[in-house]
């Protein structure tokens, strides 16, 4: 299968590599991006050669959120429209959440919006100490709402109400700290920190280990096609406030939303 928004390679070892490629877009997410990506799960999930997954970005970013035309597009659009290009979102999220391998954040950089929800499906993930992260909807009069169930898996309520309604930036120690990475590292050595996490598994059962993932999954807070359709509604719901449209033209306008000070 081939694909023009990501890649998807894989060693001799078994080890798959799924990189996000806009390098010209910092790996910002598009629609065609969020259909691949829910290929690309289906096809790694179906392939008994494949025992780990790395999931990085192309470039210095590993995902900067959702692409700017996308986002015009929902600006204008109706709401069905919305809660459709939602709900692809939440599935694409949902198949990498249930990828019955283990999946390995290589976080190369910035991740911003919908880049925190990518990082929050990974079982594992290794960052460069020099990214930075942020749940920026809110400056735009948004929610993150269908990354949201990952995200408060990930880090916890407590922790998730530091960061995820202020769209501060925040640097990849505090996003240790906060639960979303499991270990930040010198960019020098990221390559060998993802495969001291990706080497135990080549001593694993494959079968075992697709069942305690699946078992860690049953055990943990739900994530149904109730709480997805929740959280696809709540998003539609912010689309259509003033707040939204306010916060959307003034940064396609390149001007500061009436409420910043």
């Given amino acids: 299968m081939s694909f023009d928004t990501i890649r998807v390679t894989t060693d001799e070892l078994g080890v798959a590599t799924l990189t ?3 390098l010209h877009k910092h790996n910002a997410m598009s629609g065609q991006m969020i259909a691949e990506l829910t290929a690309a799960a289906e096809l790694l999930a179906n392939d008994d050669t494949v025992r780990a997954v790395v999931l990085t970005g192309e470039g210095d970013s590993f995902c900067a959120g959702a692409d700017l035309s996308w986002m015009r597009a929902q600006a204008s659009a109706e709401r069905d429209e919305r809660v459709a290009e939602a709900r692809k979102l939440a599935l694409a999220l949902r198949a990498l959440n249930e990828l019955p391998k283990p999946l390995i954040g290589r976080i190369n950089g910035q ?3 919908g880049g925190l929800g990518l990082m929050s499906v990974c079982d594992v993930a290794v960052a460069v100490d020099t990214a930075r992260f942020g749940f920026t909807e809110v400056r735009l009069g948004l929610i993150p709402a269908t990354i949201s169930p ?3 898996v990930r880090m916890g309520e407590a922790r998730a109400r530091r960061v995820f309604m202020s769209g501060r930036i925040f ?3 505090e996003a240790r700290e906060l639960g979303l990475l499991s270990r930040t590292v010198p960019p020098a050595d990221l390559e060998a920190a993802v495969e001291a996490e990706v080497r135990p598994y080549r001593s694993a059962s494959p079968q075992a ?3 305690a993932k699946a078992l860690a999954r049953r055990l943990g ?3 149904d096609d109730a709480v997805i359709g929740e959280t696809i509604d709540l998003l539609a719901d912010a689309w259509e406030t003033t707040d939204a449209a306010e916060g959307i033209a ?5 001007r500061r939303p009436r409420w910043q000070t």
């Fill in 20 to 22: 996000l490629a806009r």
């Fill in 111 to 113: 991740a911003f919006g």
């Fill in 150 to 152: 990952y995200v408060l």
């Fill in 171 to 173: 640097d990849a120690n």
């Fill in 209 to 211: 280990v697709a069942a």
């Fill in 221 to 223: 807070p739900a994530i």
């Fill in 250 to 254: 003034a940064f396609f306008d390149r």
